[in-house]
């Protein structure tokens, strides 16, 4: 351990979240870039992703199936989905020590009929150690699932509907991930945290940088003014 600040690693807070999905290939580009890359390479992020497809029934692997009832399109059928939940959840029993195994992952759905991601909830879902996500497809996935109890969480990045649950899982990693201890580098975090005191999470304010004048448009005079008081009061005057 040596040059290792060994006392920091009481707040090296790792994460695991695995991810049901159809298309893992979807999750490469998004994932293996920029701040969330650092992240798991830090290993702080652990994303584990599992093939739904290796869950299917039968020669061509079926995991989806017609609705009853009739109507287009197809669901997601409880039998493969459930099997593919439980075979992660006993991963963790068999965790080192059982560390992971003394609770299990809160397991969410991303649906459009979910309740709205917010910023509240993201970093509600931080504190977590273990999320598991299921990426849906089609029509969506069979009831069962979610009234048999197999889903804590059905959760929408919007009020609009996609081709599949991938995007929208990792936009709900990526707002997790981020908040994360260790994962925004330290002056990513020190503004972070003066965001959040008094002039919103959102940064709701308009931002400036070099050059001071570009084809005629100026820097407005109080952010050169180097007086921290009005900048502050003009910055909130400016939310929204
Ligand atoms: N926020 N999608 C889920 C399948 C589906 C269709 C209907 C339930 C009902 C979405 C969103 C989203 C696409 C994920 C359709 N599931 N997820 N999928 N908006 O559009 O989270």
Known sequence: MAGKN??????????????????????????????????????????RFHDLRSFGLGKYKQIDDSPYGGGAGMVMRVDVIVKAIEAVMSEGQKGKRGQEGQEGPLRIYLSPRGKRLTQTKVE???????????????????????????????????????????????????????????????????????FSASLGRKREYPHYTRPEEFRGLTVPDVLLSGNHRKIGEWRIDKIK
């Open 6 to 47: 060994v006392t920091s690693l009481k707040y090296c807070a790792v994460m695991r979240i695995d991810i049901l999905t159809l298309f893992p290939g979807m999750f490469e580009g998004p994932l293996t870039e920029s701040i969330l890359q650092r992240a798991r390479e830090k290993e702080l992020l652990d994303l």
């Open 124 to 194: 509600r879902l931080a504190k977590k150690k273990w999320l598991l996500l299921l990426c849906g497809h089609y029509e969506g996935i069979d009831q069962r699932i979610i009234d048999g109890g197999w889903i804590d969480e059905e959760i929408s990045i919007g009020d609009y509907v996609l081709t599949g649950g991938e995007l929208p899982a990792m936009v709900l990693i990526d707002a997790v991930a981020r908040q994360i201890p260790g994962v925004l580098g330290k002056d990513e975090s020190a503004q972070e945290e003066s």
